[in-house]
């Protein structure tokens, strides 16, 4: 049985891992080395970053509110594209986010130099050591620690902003873009891992409350924030340095602050600086973490993975490998190289998820029921993927060559160890089965699509699910009239309800000739009292050509029979109010209409949004 991980998380923790997330080396180190590739116009670099960031955060908001599980790229890229894609897709984002988590201890290494005499490697490796053992402990311990560090460096950053707006020296803009116009698309790439910790939230929606709500809003709030202090930041660091010395700075922010505030201004953003850095391995080990642990699940690495700590409720393992990992990079890779692959690896995540929303869109899956829905698909999304394809041709041939080489080494790892694993159903194949019109799905993604939406919905089925659960459904493809209809649902009723079918077809008839039991049109509920005790039953029907009523009336297309005896009364009042709540859906017809087995149109009735009822 797969082990859960416990929903502890709210929007402030969601808001402040994914700030925290972006909030460290892409502001403290890179502005030095990016601004020695573009110059002045260094702060357009981050805010075009922001702006090619913003359907992938939308289409990421839509595919997690619709399937919010631990591994967040990895679960909707394999669920959309297969398990090859979601092996490549688990591992990247599980190698970019240690990578920018390692990446960032070392950062805050390099300020904690400013301020005390340490070791750089073994002041990274010892706090790594640290955030290991907080995770280990429990995700709410971590993330409360990551509201305190976010909380500090918001004010340390506002009080930057403030005090150094007034000492910037406008000549220092001049020339704006001396490399050029290419040169601020190109450093965008470079700078875009700034923002590749605004959707690390994804990997960990399991462990969120309410995540339909608190996911996409704490998402969308981040990177207004982050990419408005980043835009700001960026430009008072230009007007406080002359060019010659911030290009060659790895302290920029620090270095900006001794020009208005001293020595103290420079210890003041070197603490901002460290709070950012472990606020960022912090929040990196926290959603890398949770990749293996869904890979494991989905038997794509070894079982190992996947087991949860039975007093902390963490995947320790997950945890402990991820840590190991991050403190090989640490000892062994070189800064830059560092930074240039995780941008390249989150950048080719980023076009895997807006190709995911299309896919699960167009797979008409009834089962996919995003609480937040991307605007203007599929422009946006073709956006993203172009946005993010110009960036990765920046990037240079060796570091597309290097993450080619990675990406290989997953191809390798699936075809000698997980290809015989797998065998999972995904929306690609869908996609196929509308286009060739032929069928090849099981139905395996749509139940666990049901599941995921029981669980996010925290749905406790009453007696009218159960009764859905074993009601008979009928799609029938031709023309009835009213009589002929009855007879028919008749003939399905009569023994699950021991009585015979000629009687029933009479009561229905004498029902509808005394008052019509069409509600809308395109719907009607036909319901009737029989004899007898403790009798109920619900028959689910789509006539696609419809069933004719009356004359003055157009045909009917959704039906719900209800039949039970007197003494459910109580309980036939409630089947008809939550049939009505269903059917107010503004999507219910087309849902109805459009669903391609009797197990589809069943589960729109059993995960569809009502007031549900314990007991009897």
């Known amino acids: ?62 595919l997690v509110t619709a399937m919010p599980r631990a591994g967040g790229d990895y679960f909707y890229i394999s669920r959309s594209m297969g398990s090859v894609a979601g092996v490549i897709g688990g591992l990247s984002s599980w190698f970019s986010l240690s990578l920018k988590a390692a990446f960032a201890l070392i950062g805050m290494a390099v300020y904690v130099e400013l301020i005390a005499h340490f070791p750089v490697k073994t002041m990274a490796a010892a706090l790594c050591l640290f955030f290991i053992a907080l995770n280990l402990v429990g995700i709410k311990q971590a993330a409360r620690t990551q509201v305190v560090l976010v909380s500090g460096l918001l004010a340390a950053l506002l009080f930057y902003i403030f005090l150094g707006f007034p000492s910037i020296h ?45 996911i996409p809003l704490g998402m969308i709030l981040s990177l207004v924030l982050v990419g408005i202090l980043y835009a700001l930041v960026a430009f008072v660091t230009t007007g406080l340095l002359a060019q010659e010395q911030l290009q060659y700075s790895l302290t920029p922010i620090s270095d900006a602050a001794r020009s208005f505030s001293g020595t103290g201004g420079v210890v ?22 949770r990749y293996p642990l869904a890979m494991s699940r989905d038997k794509l690495l070894p079982g190992l993975f996947e087991k949860v ?59 996919y029921q995003p609480k937040f829905r991307s605007p203007l698909y599929p422009g946006i999304q073709i956006l993203g993927i172009v946005g993010c394809g110009f960036l990765l041709a920046e990037m240079g041939r060796f570091i597309l060559l290097l ?12 075809l000698f160890y997980a ?19 032929k069928e090849l799905t099981s139905g395996q993604l749509a139940k666990e699509l049901k599941g995921i939406i029981r669980e996010r919905d925290e749905i406790v089925e009453d007696r009218f699910d159960h009764l859905i659960k074993e009601s008979v459904v009928l799609d029938l493809e031709r023309s009835l009239s009213r009589d002929e209809f009855f007879k028919e649902v008749s003939s399905f009723l009569a023994a699950k309800l021991g009585i015979e079918p000629e009687k029933l077809t009479k009561l229905f008839i004498q029902r509808e000739e005394e008052s019509h039991t069409i509600i809308r049109p395109g719907l009607a509920i036909p319901h009737i009292i029989i004899e007898g005790r403790h009798k109920f039953s619900v028959c689910l029907v789509r006539a696609r050509v419809g069933v004719a009523f009356s004359e003055d009336s157009p045909p009917v297309h959704t039906i719900f029979v209800l039949v039970g005896t007197r003494d459910e009364r109580n309980f036939h009042l409630r089947a008809l109010a939550a049939i009505a709540q269903i059917a107010q859906d503004k999507e219910f017809d087309e849902k109805w209409l459009t669903a391609r087995n009797n197990e589809e149109l069943r589960d729109i009735i059993l995960l569809a949004e009502r007031k549900r009822f314990a007991g009897k």
């Open 1 to 62: 049985m797969e082990e859960k991980l416990k929903r502890e998380l709210g929007l402030l923790d969601v808001f402040c891992i994914a700030s925290g997330a972006m909030i460290s080396s892409g502001l403290f180190i890179l502005p030095g080395i990016a601004s020695a590739k573009v110059g002045p116009a260094l702060f357009l670099s981050y805010i075009l970053a922001s702006f090619i960031a913003i359907p992938t955060v939308f289409s990421k908001a839509e």
């Open 170 to 214: 406008i000549e220092r803009y001049t020339p704006f873009a001396p490399f050029g116009i290419a040169s601020i698309f190109a450093t965008a790439g470079f700078v875009f891992i700034s923002y590749g910790g605004l959707t690390k939230i994804a990997s960990i929606a399991e462990e969120i409350r309410d995540p339909a709500r608190n």
């Open 268 to 289: 003041i953003m070197a603490l901002a600086a460290i709070l950012a850095f472990v606020s960022t391995a912090n929040a990196g080990i926290i959603s890398a973490s």
């Open 309 to 367: 700590n039975s007093r902390f409720a963490t995947p320790h393992y997950s945890i402990l490998f991820t840590g190991a990992f991050m403190l090989a990079a640490i000892v062994f890779l070189k800064l830059e190289l560092l930074v240039k692959v995780a941008s390249q690896l989150l950048i080719l995540l980023f076009i895997f998820t807006n190709i995911a929303v299309i896919i699960m869109r167009e797979s008409k899956l009834q089962n």
């Open 403 to 414: 993450s080619s080489l990675l990406i290989g080494a997953g191809l390798v790892w699936y």
């Open 419 to 437: 290809r015989a694993r797998a065998r999972r159903e995904f929306g690609l194949i869908h996609v196929i089965e509308r286009i060739l019109n």
